[in-house]
């Protein structure tokens, strides 16, 4: 089990001076983003919380950091024939971006139905738009295609050390800036690394993250996508608040880790 | 002139050493708000733009520093009935958040058309609301019926050197955040101070404001009230790129300075 752990942590190889060499790599191209707070928040949760505003990552999400790293860890050999991936996200846009800023081609495999503001983040950073139906099997079909037209390298959104690193710097700059923090709130993806590094998980309803959501807009200012309010609807949450194991978290470090929300669908969302 | 000039500057008592007083004052009530930046808006503007995010103020606006500054430079004796003025705005929620603090009372007078989200502020920080009519005849005499009643301190929302002290400091951390700032542009109002140490006033257009607001939203990830968005509405309006005056303006701070709208307004000025 102790085996399987190790090798699969080496699989990754993600950690702590990974994430520091990650740091020196992508400094010079990151936004340093700055920490919220609110004494009202402070208030409803009971604990001092410091929101950090991935939001205004550029691309306006943390993907950025773990997409710069990759892109920046390519060998000019490697980089020269650009890089693919295949997401309706951040990462795409993420992604593009990073390409740009390296002079290489990025292909975007994006589905039909991918958010309006999400498509024009891809297409305002460059990247060049490759469209799939609207399911995996498409997706990966339509990805392995463009890998086989270009030479590209692919890269997956999250189960790459490298993206994984790239995004590890997020903690080295919170607990930078705020040294008191003793938990950090995430919202989570990519499962084998959450199985093995992650200490416990909270679950939130949707209704708790279009409240979480609401609270963001009108007291912190500021506009998150759903997945971007999870960390605060999960410290506002029933199930944290009333376990015993996390009843010492007075820091606490939230994640608001996106911003690409379309106006209407926040305002319909609100209205529900 | 000169000397009426000086009479004014008299009159208002604020200059930078009362700024650097004001910033000892408020230090530990106050937010440190972040600078956002933006290559996009960079490219769209031809300048480095430094947007200081007093949207992020506590009360949501930079008007918490100027209450802040009037309420603790009372005296005790001056405090002890509390503090009153008139107002629909953001001074009103900064002014009753500043008497909490202080431990003392705050009345507001309220126009009975006052944006909803304003007054919720108010309500928040355990402001005292009395309406009055929507005009400033109804504001002023129910201001001095409540003057005369409780015996509390009338504070003038920009007419006070002690308001505008406050205001200032945010020009001492601008500068201090991004020494390079050669320009800042800042909404107006209060008049006889601008004339008297405004360099220029640029105007933009409604239509300039709303693009402004989309902008802030889309790219910088910030919802702005429309007065909080007129300094990048100005940056970006042919009156300002085409005036060979500002030709020389390459580090430019902008006062985001207020986030108190309605998602609803905000939605549908939009679609406007």
Chains 1, 2 share one sequence.
């Not at 950690?15 to 004494?39: G, M, N, V, W, Y």
């Not at 846009?93 to 891809?122: D, H, M, Q, T």
Request: glycine letters at 8%.
């Amino acid at each position: 089990m102790e085996e399987e752990k190790q090798t699969r942590k080496g699989k990754y190889a993600a950690d702590f001076s990974s994430f520091r060499e990650a740091e020196a790599r992508i400094r010079p191209f990151i936004h340093k983003t700055p920490l919220l707070s609110s004494e009202s928040l402070d208030a409803l949760s009971g604990r001092h919380l410091f929101f950090k505003c991935e939001l205004f990552q550029k691309g306006g999400a943390f993907k950025f950091r773990g997409a710069c790293n990759a892109v920046f860890s390519l060998s000019d050999d490697q980089a020269s024939k650009g890089v693919v991936t295949h997401s309706s996200g951040n990462h795409a846009a993420a992604l593009s971006l990073a390409a740009k800023l390296r002079g290489i081609p990025a292909y975007i495999v994006v589905p039909k139905n991918a958010p309006k503001c999400k498509v024009e983040n891809v297409k305002r950073y460059g990247g060049q738009i490759i469209w799939s139906e609207p399911n995996m099997q498409s997706r990966e079909s339509t990805a392995a295609k463009v890998l086989q037209d270009t030479g590209a390298v692919l890269l997956h959104p999250y189960n790459d050390g490298r993206i994984i690193s790239g995004q590890g710097t997020i903690s080295l700059e919170l607990l930078e800036q705020a040294p008191k923090i003793d938990t950090i709130i995430a919202p989570i993806s990519g499962l084998p690394v959450v199985r093995d590094f992650v200490d416990d998980v909270i679950t939130v309803e949707d209704n708790e993250i279009i409240e979480a959501m609401k609270l963001c807009y009108e007291i912190l200012k500021v506009a998150v996508e759903p997945s971007g309010a999870i960390g605060l609807a999960a410290v506002l949450s029933d199930s944290f608040k009333e376990n015993p194991a996390w009843k010492d978290c007075s820091h606490i470090g939230i994640i608001l880790s996106g911003g690409n929300v379309d106006l209407g669908v926040l305002w319909h969302s609100f209205k529900r």
